[in-house]
């Protein structure tokens, strides 16, 4: 069975980093997509970034990319993807959630059907 945690989140300043860390088991297809989506209040799920372990391609969405970093280990069948953000302010305040899907990554968080159980993240001025 599938199983996504998150950890990490909390509060923090404007300006200031936080990082999430999603520990990833039993992911039964060898080709998949890891994911970061957030939900920020009253706004749909919005991709964050991503990582597909096929080629090591790493994509972030727009308003993150120079500020967010995603890295991913490795060890045996569990895999670890963690999330630095920097530069933080108060839009990225937002629900956050690791998912996976097999095959390559998309933007539809539908076609995403393994997530964890999401971490908050507040960025106050």
């Known amino acids: 069975q599938v199983h996504l945690v998150e950890s990490g989140g909390g509060s923090a300043q404007v300006g200031k980093s936080l990082s999430l860390s999603c520990t990833v088991s039993?992911?039964?297809?060898?080709?998949?997509?890891l994911a970061w989506f957030r939900q920020r209040p009253g706004r749909e799920r919005d991709r964050l970034a991503e990582?597909?372990?096929?080629?090591?391609?790493?994509?972030?969405a727009a308003d993150v990319e120079g500020r967010f970093s995603l890295s991913r280990d490795i060890s045996g069948n569990t895999e670890y993807l963690r999330l630095l953000m920097n530069s933080l302010n108060p839009d990225d305040t937002a629900q956050y959630f690791c998912?996976?899907?097999?095959?390559?990554?998309?933007?539809?968080?539908?076609?995403?059907?393994?997530w964890g159980q999401g971490t908050q993240v507040t960025v106050s001025s």
């Open positions: 990582f597909f372990p096929d080629d090591g391609r790493i994509y972030y």
């Open positions: 998912t996976a899907r097999p095959g390559v990554c998309v933007d539809d968080p539908t076609e995403y059907p393994w």
């Open positions: 039993e992911i039964p297809d060898d080709s998949h997509c």
